[in-house]
């Protein structure tokens, strides 16, 4: 300007936040059991932010996770939520799931009554374990009494 005086405008510039996803790099476990042993999941956002990791809130009876670390307390369906929640420069990613079955092992000890001689194959045997009863969600006691023609034949040393 000519006159002496000067003016100031604000200058506003848009910032636009990219999108991203997440994806899990780890493969579910195929055979996890109550107690048994743990699974790590990882995963990774397309931004390159950290991912974390909870338990849904429909499997919170069935596993847990602390320090990264997912355990087994009951048969089930565990599923374990992946979630990146975004920050100036990028939006949440939408949470992504991985589920998988958690199953109880049948610790099962049977013995052979002593009556039975070498080489018999038509017995009774009376079994008593402890495991899951179907829809229970505890485990208990578990019965059972067979008689069968086709069970292996006995060998006595």
Known sequence: MTDGTSTSSALSQGVTR??????FTSTAPGSATVDGAT???T???TSGLPVVF????????????SGGVVSFKAAGTC???ANQAGNANWIA????????????????????PSSVGRGVSNFAISV???GFVSGAKSPSPVAESRS??????????
Do not use: E, M, W
């Not at 990219?18 to 994806?23: D, E, I, L, P």
């Not at 338990?55 to 996770?65: L, P």
């Open 128 to 130: 008593v374990g402890t």
């Open 43 to 45: 995963a990774t956002a």
């Open 54 to 65: 909870a338990i849904d809130s429909s499997a919170s009876s069935v596993c847990s996770i």
């Open 39 to 41: 699974y790590t999941p």
């Open 18 to 23: 990219a999108n991203q996803t997440v994806s």
């Open 79 to 81: 599923v374990v939520d």
């Open 93 to 112: 990613a939408a949470q992504v799931q991985q589920g998988f079955t958690v199953k109880v092992l049948l610790s099962v000890t049977g013995v052979v």
């Open 148 to 157: 069968t023609r086709r069970h292996s034949t006995v060998r006595r040393a």
